[in-house]
């Protein structure tokens, strides 16, 4: 069975750095043709991709927050690492990882559940 | 990357057949056939109803199905049920290997 499990600060300050981390089970990112990604939705707004890595260590970021960003993956623990700096309340989200892979590459096809983060002073 | 284009509401009543489109551009949903379709119920984590524009994965209904024609995708639900009353989302993988969401439809079964 595969899962994911997104754990992070639930409260940030402005200009602070984010750190969520995904830990996932039932698949790795080791040697298959697998990745995952990090997705935002502000409270009541849409959906918002940020990054993805895959198994190859291959980064990929949005061209809007790319150089906020930083994603890495622990194969030895099976989790994925998203950094966002200088974050600011607009920022506040709930933050899902979610996983690509084999026939399903270019789509979401497990989500973990989510954890949201509020950026306030 | 700009999101891509859905309409904010549609609605249909039990039964009826409706139609959520997707409008991109020639860098995303018209130059890759690697459009998915996903279903949010309030409070919950997306699931995946359609990849790659036309399948389903397993266990999704057959009533949910996706199209394509140019830069504009499409899902359709045939024979809608109460419990599809949910928030429906669009992606495309693009030129630049990122991924891209749509603004999202509010779908209401009246």
């Known amino acids: 069975q595969v899962t994911l499990r997104e754990s992070g600060p639930a409260l940030v300050k402005p200009t602070q750095t984010l750190t969520l981390t995904c830990t996932f089970s039932?698949?790795?990112?080791?040697?298959?043709?697998?990745?995952v990604s990090w997705i935002r939705q502000p409270p009541g707004k849409a959906l918002e991709w940020l990054a993805l890595?895959?198994?190859?260590?291959?980064?990929y970021y949005s061209t809007s927050l790319g150089t906020r960003l930083t994603i890495s993956k622990d194969t030895s623990k099976n989790q994925v690492v998203l950094t966002m700096i200088n974050m600011d309340p607009v920022d506040t989200a709930t933050y899902y990882c979610?996983?690509?892979?084999?026939?399903?590459?270019?789509?979401?096809?497990?989500w973990g559940q989510g954890t949201r983060v509020t950026v306030s002073a | 990357q700009s999101a891509l284009t859905q309409p904010a509401s549609v609605s249909g009543s039990p039964g009826q057949s409706i139609t959520i489109s997707c409008t991109g551009s020639?860098?995303?949903?018209?130059?890759?056939?690697?459009v998915s379709w996903y279903q949010q119920h309030p409070g919950k984590a997306p699931k995946l109803l359609i990849y790659?524009?036309?399948n389903r994965p397993s266990g999704v209904s057959d009533r949910f199905s996706g199209s394509k024609s140019g830069n504009t995708a499409s899902l359709t639900i045939s024979g809608l049920q109460t419990e599809d009353e949910a928030d429906y989302y669009c992606?495309?993988?693009?030129?630049?290997?990122?991924?891209?969401f749509g603004g999202g439809t509010k779908l209401t079964v009246v």
């Open positions: 039932g698949f790795s990112l080791r040697g298959s043709a697998m990745c």
């Open positions: 020639s860098n995303d949903v018209g130059l890759y056939n690697y």
């Open positions: 992606s495309s993988f693009t030129t630049s290997s990122t991924r891209v």
């Open positions: 979610a996983r690509s892979g084999r026939d399903l590459f270019f789509a979401f096809d497990i």
């Open positions: 890595i895959d198994s190859d260590d291959d980064k």
């Open positions: 790659d524009v036309t």
